[in-house]
């Protein structure tokens, strides 16, 4: 399975758009690329998920390198309640179809 | 909306009984998944549903089980709970396909003393 390497923390100051990058260099040619988020005592929740291109909603941006081995997430105006741990997932096939490994994430807090 | 509820936010537990966590979800979804967290150690699946009466294991399944009778209702059983079993356990459902997303429910603490 494809396993990530993000940065356990970073800062963001509100208003600025925050950058959140995720290694995935084993990453296999069938495997997408989620970005989940945690915020405290919830339940985490599904932001943005790519295969090759770059994707964009409502939440996010997802940048995916041509080499598909890393990726940016991108929240452009960053706000107080996009404080949260952020997860980059490579997901693997199974009966159940894609399947979501976690890792430790990234803690991002976001400051006035 | 999807809503996934668990049956508790928290519970408190005695070594040796046997732990009931439940998880229904309202929208039909084929695939049910149970999680759970644990500092530093992010997200482990527990055990996955992909149909009714269908189970696989996940990555840590040892000391659970489960049970999908009803296609909305998944449950994790702790047969006899340990102190190592205290955790958050966060349940998941999906609508069936190659590419989709995970709902998750609020999570249960459970602690056993």
């Known amino acids: 399975d494809a396993k990530t390497t993000q940065p356990t923390s970073m800062d963001c100051a509100e208003g600025r758009a925050a950058n959140l990058p995720c290694n995935h260099s084993?990453?296999?040619?069938?495997?997408?690329v989620y970005w989940y988020r945690q915020i405290h005592s919830q339940g985490p929740q599904y932001i943005i998920h790519?295969?090759?291109n770059n994707e964009t909603n409502e939440m996010a941006s997802l940048i995916i390198t041509e080499d598909r081995k890393s990726s940016t997430l991108i929240l452009p105006h960053a706000t107080l309640r996009d404080t949260a741990v952020y997860y980059c997932?490579?997901?693997?096939?199974?009966?159940?179809?894609?399947?979501?490994?976690f890792g430790g994430g990234t803690r991002l807090m976001v400051k006035p | 909306d999807v809503k996934v509820t668990q049956s508790s936010r928290y519970l408190v537990k005695r070594t040796g009984e046997k732990v009931f966590l439940e998880c229904v979800q309202d929208?039909?979804?084929?695939?049910m998944f149970w999680y759970r967290q644990d500092p530093g150690l992010g997200l482990r699946l527990i055990y996955f549903?992909?149909?009714?009466?269908?189970?696989e294991k996940g990555d840590i399944p040892e000391g659970y089980s489960v049970s999908r009778e009803k296609k909305e209702r998944f449950s994790l059983i702790l047969e006899s709970a340990s102190t190592n079993q205290t955790s958050m356990y966060l349940c998941?459902?999906?609508?069936?396909?190659?590419?989709?997303?995970?709902?998750f429910g609020p999570g249960t603490r459970l602690t056993v003393l």
């Open positions: 998941a459902s999906r609508k069936r396909g190659a590419v989709g997303t995970q709902y």
């Open positions: 084993t990453i296999s040619g069938n495997e997408y």
């Open positions: 790519g295969l090759k």
């Open positions: 997932i490579v997901s693997r096939l199974s009966n159940a179809g894609n399947m979501l490994t």
């Open positions: 929208m039909d979804h084929e695939n």
């Open positions: 549903s992909y149909d009714v009466k269908m189970k």
